[in-house]
């Protein structure tokens, strides 16, 4: 699950995630999410260990194409 809080939405928009999801097979490790970092902020990922956490990381730096939607790297 990604969750943020926003605090200057002045500030520059540097990742951009738009609705994505990702499965392997019937296994859905990423369902239809959304969240925008802007300079300055910080990511946390946190979940158990073997929840895929790693696949986000993967799909943000170009190694796995998402099954639907938009990352961009601005």
């Known amino acids: 699950m990604l969750e943020k809080k926003i605090t200057d939405q002045t500030a520059e ?3 951009e ?3 994505l999801s990702k499965s392997f097979g019937s296994y859905k490790v990423l369902e239809n999410a959304s969240v925008n970092l802007y ?3 910080n990511l946390v990922v946190l979940a158990k260990s073997g929840t895929r956490k790693s696949v986000l990381i993967k799909i943000l730096i170009g ?3 998402p099954d639907k939607g938009l990352v961009r790297v601005l």
């Open 13 to 15: 928009k540097v990742i």
């Open 17 to 19: 995630i738009v609705g």
């Open 39 to 41: 300079k300055g902020e």
């Open 63 to 65: 190694l796995l194409r």
